[in-house]
């Protein structure tokens, strides 16, 4: 029996990241050209600050169309208590976490840093080399 995979061998490591300070219009381009649905945030420091979503942009849309004010930053509109997996977390347990959220990705973490990112697809594609 071979031994179950890790988070690290199904995580995305080439990611595109935002910084607080974007406006949030070049970030909603930044997905849209990009199609991609979330992108994590990092500090100055490279630090993981946020992650700003699809549906962060949709609400950002929204208030400037309502109120017609644009160019409020990433920071006004993104998440901040971000929900990560470790990277050397077997893929059951990521999995596992898929299930019990609404989330459709996580940032992947490794001794504090980002390392890269997780998505449902590339959980069912390890579940599918590891078991199907």
Request: hydrophobic letters at 40%; charged letters at 20%; glycine letters at 6%.
């Amino acid at each position: 029996m071979k031994p179950v995979s890790l988070v690290s061998d199904y995580m995305s490591r080439d990611l595109i990241t935002l910084s607080p300070e974007n406006e949030i219009n070049h970030a909603m381009s930044i997905l849209l050209e990009n199609n991609i649905s979330g992108v994590p945030v990092l500090d100055k420091s490279g630090a993981l600050a946020g992650i700003l979503t699809e549906k962060d942009c949709l609400k950002a849309a929204m208030q400037a169309s309502y109120y017609r004010t644009w160019g409020t930053t990433v920071a006004e509109h993104m998440s901040e208590n971000v929900e990560t997996i470790d990277a050397g977390q077997d893929i059951f347990t990521a999995t596992t976490a898929f299930l019990n959220s609404v989330y459709r990705r996580f940032p992947v973490m490794e001794d504090g840093r980002l390392v890269g990112q997780i998505s449902r697809t590339d959980a069912l594609r390890a579940m599918k080399d590891n078991w199907g």
